[in-house]
Nanobody
Framework: VQLVESGGGLVQPGGSLRLSCAASGSIFGINAMGWYRQAPGNERGGNERELVAAITSSGATNYAESVKGRFTISRDNAKNTVYLQMNSLKPEDTAVYYC??????????????WGQGTQVTVSS
């Protein structure tokens, strides 16, 4: 099982980006999916990552206060894919964005998986 992210890049303040994260492999089911970010200078990983947004298998969502009203998380269960639409981007949104998902494989083993990360840079 793996998660592959795409969609990061360089954007000017006020601009938009859309991140995608596709899960593949021997998947039985996917529970919650989410996006975390790790800002420059916080390179130790682990709990240094900040939850940006999460979505359950039924579509319930949760957002960090700092992104409410600007970011939208969604998922396509048929494609095992989660998206993060980011609008009105600010320089403080600059970070490496990581996809996370709790996946049950076909052997009925469940665990959390992480994507490789995608860089988002907001700068003029």
């Amino acid at each position: 099982v793996q998660l592959v992210e795409s969609g990061g890049g360089l954007v000017q303040p006020g601009g938009s980006l859309r991140l995608s994260c596709a899960a593949s492999g021997s998947i039985f089911g996917i529970n919650a999916m989410g996006w975390y970010r790790q800002a420059p200078g916080n390179e130790r990983g682990g709990n240094e990552r900040e939850l940006v947004a999460a979505i359950t298998s039924s579509g319930a969502t949760n957002y960090a206060e700092s992104v409410k009203g600007r970011f939208t998380i969604s998922r396509d269960n048929a494609k095992n894919t989660v998206y993060l639409q980011m609008n009105s981007l600010k320089p403080e949104d600059t970070a490496v964005y990581y996809c996370n998902a709790y996946i049950v494989d076909r052997a009925y083993r469940g665990m959390a998986y992480w994507g490789q990360g995608t860089q988002v840079t907001v700068s003029s």
